[in-house]
């Protein structure tokens, strides 16, 4: 495999995790007070969502590149075992609000706590990228905040609108 492949690779990778993020901080955003979440239905909602997004975002790519000639790697398997990234990324935010929940906090706050994960998650992509970059320590910062920007959006509206 060059070099270039591999770093494209890993690019993908990094991408499903980082949007695996979103989207768990996307569902955790939309749960709501009025809908009485509880902490088990929650996390069984947001593993089962981005599993179905993995298999979703998997099986299209794979058939895509089926389209258009292009099926290096044992089609729809490897898409699968490539794209596993994007179901990781829900097991920090998870992990947060279990712990939260044992640690005492009422369910709707250990999900609030888990979705502010996410946005610290996010911001911590953009500080490792920052970092690889050799950026300036502002450029870093910017980075940093910039990634955190879409899972702080999110959070902020799960507060406004609930």
Wanted: some cysteine; hydrophobic content about 55%; aromatic content about 6%.
């Amino acid at each position: 495999m060059s070099a270039t492949r591999d770093l494209e690779r890993r690019a993908d990778q990094l991408s499903g995790a980082i949007y695996g993020t979103i989207i768990v901080a996307g569902l955790l955003a939309a749960t709501g007070p009025d809908d009485d979440p509880e902490i088990w239905p929650t996390a069984l909602w947001v593993l089962v969502t981005v599993v179905v997004f993995w298999l979703a975002h998997s099986w299209s790519l794979s058939i895509a590149r089926r389209a258009t000639g292009l099926t290096p790697g044992g089609g729809l398997g490897h898409s699968l075992a490539h794209h596993w990234p994007l179901v990781q990324a829900a097991f920090p935010p998870l992990a947060v609000m279990l712990l939260a929940a044992l640690l005492g906090a009422k369910d709707e706050t250990a999900i609030l706590i888990a979705a502010c994960s996410c946005v610290v998650l996010l911001g911590a992509w953009g500080f490792v990228v920052g970092m690889q970059e050799h950026d300036s320590l502002a450029r870093i910062a910017l980075t940093s905040v910039g990634c955190a920007t879409l899972g702080l959006l999110l959070v902020v509206l799960k507060i406004v609108i609930h």
